[in-house]
């Protein structure tokens, strides 16, 4: 058996079930590695373990992080580590299990040694219009602006930041990253696939679950608190088109089909990511919503 297994792959593909099966047979701790599962809000709408899942197996870094924290590929990947090594030195199976591939290759592949960012800079950085974003990465960080999509506020405002900190490209600092954990213990990579048109089958059953189990009172109780709407978890599938129901702008049929729509699109990203840039061994789901059985290919 591998020291470290990854399960990873697109929403909806059954990485939980698999993941729980593989720690009761192993002894194994479930560590999460999807970013917008390490946050305490929103447990139904991001997916998120139920209670007996929990109570199945040791699970980490699900929950941890408030709303209005941000954190980086960096940040968690640093508090994966020391769950890795904690659960080893018990003795356990360490689980890796998420769809956040920026979070997998940090951890795996190195992170960028980036000293912390100045919260005035942060401040300034993220009160800018994608716009003006877009158009100061281009003149202070060519390197980044090219590489990032314009339509990536998250991550042209990180690359900002750590020029605008460090006086250094974010990609200067990445072509000096330290090792990963690939490299340090053996790995072992599942990827959980559907074909296409089951995977957004099961993308669409399953919005409709989470809004029948909460997820819209959810929204709503995030919503009273009024946060600042580009907090990554403020921009989480699903948060936008249920807002904008409970604000009369959307009927909820509306706000379905914009979510439904949303999650697609997310799922095609990652099926693609994880195709093209992990080395991984591949697993199909049968033909079904259930997401029971797992079957090697």
């Known amino acids: 058996m591998a020291q470290l297994v ?5 929403t909806a593909t059954g ?18 590695a999807d970013a917008s ?24 870094l699900f929950g941890v992080a408030a709303a209005t ?28 299990v998420g769809g956040t591939g920026f979070y997998l290759n940090a951890l795996l592949n190195g992170i960028a040694d980036v000293p912390p960012i100045p919260d005035d800079i942060r401040a300034a950085v993220r009160a ?22 314009p339509s990536d506020p998250q991550r042209q405002a990180r690359a900002l930041e750590v020029i605008r900190t460090t006086g250094r490209s974010l990609a200067a600092w990445q072509r000096d990253t330290s090792p990963g954990l690939a490299s340090q213990y053996r790995t072992e990579i599942r990827l959980l696939d559907l074909e296409r048109g089951e995977l957004f089958a099961r993308c669409g059953a399953r919005f409709d679950a989470m809004v029948a189990a909460g997820a819209i009172e959810e929204v709503r109780a995030l919503t009273q608190r009024h946060l600042d ?14 807002r904008a129901f409970l604000a009369g702008q959307l009927t909820l049929e509306e706000a379905g089909m914009r979510a439904k729509m949303d999650t697609r699109r997310y799922a095609k990203r990652q099926q693609t990511w994880f195709r093209t840039q992990m080395a991984a061994k591949l ?15």
Not at 37 to 60: G, S, V
Not at 69 to 96: F, H, N, Q, Y
Not at 229 to 242: H, R
């Open 6 to 10: 990854v399960i990873a792959g697109p």
């Open 15 to 32: 990485k939980t079930a698999h993941a729980l099966d593989l720690a009761a047979r192993h002894d194994g701790t479930i560590i999460n």
């Open 37 to 60: 599962q390490i946050y305490n809000e929103l447990r139904i709408l991001t997916a998120r373990p139920t209670d007996d899942d929990m109570a199945a197996a040791p699970h980490r």
């Open 69 to 96: 924290d941000i954190w980086s590929a960096a940040d968690w990947a640093k508090r994966a580590t020391v769950e890795i090594e904690a659960t080893m030195a018990a003795g356990r199976l360490p689980i890796l």
């Open 128 to 149: 800018l219009p994608l716009s003006d974003l877009r158009h100061r990465l281009v003149h202070e960080d060519p390197e980044m602006a090219e590489r990032l999509r």
């Open 229 to 242: 709407p580009d907090l990554p978890l403020m921009k989480a599938i699903g948060v936008p088109p249920l």
């Open 283 to 297: 697993y199909r789901l049968p033909d079904t919503t259930d997401g029971t059985a797992l079957a090697d290919t």
